[in-house]
């Protein structure tokens, strides 16, 4: 027993010493635990760090690499326009490209009669000694001729498309416009021709009808004052100055009246005025026959009297055939032709010639 206690003792001092470096041994060990995790820590904010980075770099690179996509894509657009102003230099003007580069290259003066050329001026260029012309112009500037293209573009486009066939077309034209021009040159000719005969077709309207007018005018009065005794009656020209287009007012004013306008007359003085015209136109220019109808049916005995005298004058020189109900007319004819019905109801003429006694 007392053997083993003192193993008892002995081993309780070990398991004491062992506690200890345990203790030791746990604290050594926590201080590496808590030096290892900070150190993962930094390693895990470094490799966020890195994993960032990456994907900026990604980024990066995707954008680089379609830029050089677009690059790309550029210079493939840029050399297929530049093959086709090619293209189009050699077909359009028969130039290639250095040639044009060389003589109307940015580097090569603009020429002065061409830079103003839009304002329609012609400047004489300098020549050396030997009569050549001095190469003389304007710096090249982009934006001016930018200008200049545009305006002579809207010029080519305003004189359309080109014709081939513009020469024959024009002197077809020209024939036609020489052809055109001869007849209207002819028909001007005609124009003043008709024109003349027109004024002088006027002028003899004119002289015949002033002198119509007024020997008219003058036989109105003498009639209407037989016909009208005392009274007084005229024409009036309601135009004097424009005898072609004039027209004529008759004016009548029987004895003891004031009033001078037609309408104002009683009927039988109507018709006796209206006569008394007839017959100043009958006076002024004779006739080889007249026709009258009834041109004495409203007047009274008095003016009836009246107007066969002026029928006795007229019958001297013309030939009267008068239309009548009035015997006293009848009575001054030499023939008179008259329409009846027989019982059948079938019209007949009848004549009967009187023989003076």
Known sequence: ?????????????????????????????????????????????????????????????????????????????????????????????????????AEYGPDVPVPVAAAAADKWAELRAPVDEDGAPIPTGIPFVRLEQEKRLKRAEKDLASLGRVNPLALEEFAALEERHQFLSTQLEDLKATRKDLLDIIREVDERVEQVFTAAYQDTAVQFERVFGRLFPGGEGRLVLTDPDNMLTTGIEVEARPAGKR????????????????VALLVAIFKARPSPFYVMDEVEAALDDTNLSRLITIFEELRESSQLIIITHQKRTMEV????????????????????RLVDA
């Open 1 to 101: 027993r007392r053997l083993q206690a003192a193993r008892a003792a002995a081993v309780g001092q070990a398991v004491q010493s062992a506690l200890a470096y345990l203790d030791v041994s746990v604290d050594r060990a926590a201080q590496h635990r808590d030096s290892a995790e900070e150190l993962r820590a930094q390693w895990d904010a470094e490799l966020g760090d890195v994993r960032t980075g990456n994907d900026g770099l990604l980024a990066e690179l995707a954008q680089l690499t379609d830029s050089v996509h677009r690059d790309e894509l550029a210079r493939a657009q840029q050399r297929a326009r530049i093959e086709t102003l090619e293209n189009r230099s050699i077909d359009e003007l028969g130039f290639t490209s250095d040639h044009l580069i």
């Open 259 to 274: 009033i001078k306008r037609l309408s104002l007359l009683s009927g039988g003085e109507r018709s006796l005025t209206a």
């Open 333 to 352: 004819a030499d023939a008179l032709y008259g329409v009846t019905m027989r019982g059948d109801g079938v019209s007949t003429v009848i004549s009967q």
